[in-house]
């Protein structure tokens, strides 16, 4: 098992010979993130730091391409993590399986994925700042849904647990 400078030895190589596909896909696996209908990674424009774009692609029951940043790697490797994590809940969701299509639901349960990890055990936890972020948007999709509708019973308890999370974060 390699050590954890030596991982982030081999990403920062690849990000600088542009390599950002390769580097993405060695994530994927390094966290165990792969799922069976995921298409593969393709790149798009550079990113800002206070805009990162990350974007789960393809229609429901077909392969699911996530589009990242051509310049992923120039950003904090577990934000870059968590980010994949929360496409790669897309790409369950838009399984044949699954089928979720209701955009509230899919990004609440994304963001929540990014706050507690549940589905992928083994991403590491993005910046204080970040899991707030994360939290507060979880929130925001949460309340878009139908005030007291089947999606926010579905979800209550979930919320609570939410609510909690950005209480703990914010002492």
């Known amino acids: 098992m390699e050590s954890k400078e030596t991982f982030l ?3 920062k190589n690849y990000h600088e010979t ?3 596909i390769k580097a993405a ?3 994927i696996d390094k966290f165990e993130l792969n799922q069976p209908n995921f298409g593969g990674i393709l790149l798009r424009e550079k990113a800002d730091p206070s805009y990162i774009l990350f974007t789960a692609e393809g229609k ?3 392969p699911i391409f996530i589009r990242i940043p051509e310049n992923t790697f120039e950003f904090p490797l577990e934000l870059m993590v968590n980010l994949l994590a929360h496409e790669m809940v897309h790409v369950i969701q838009k399984s044949k399986a699954l089928s979720i299509e209701i955009r509230e639901e899919r990004e609440w ?4 994925e990014m706050c507690f990890h549940k589905i992928f055990p083994k991403v ?3 910046s204080k700042k970040h899991r707030l972020f994360f939290a507060n948007k ?3 999709y949460y309340n878009r849904m139908p005030k007291g509708g089947v999606l926010q019973q579905k979800y209550s308890n979930q919320k609570l647990e939410i609510e909690q999370f ?3 974060l914010s002492v």
């Open 9 to 11: 030895q081999l990403i």
């Open 18 to 20: 542009g390599q950002t």
């Open 25 to 27: 896909l060695l994530l």
């Open 60 to 62: 429901i029951g077909e």
């Open 109 to 112: 349960q994304a963001y929540y």
């Open 124 to 126: 590491p936890n993005a």
């Open 138 to 140: 979880a929130l925001e």
């Open 166 to 168: 950005i209480e703990m």
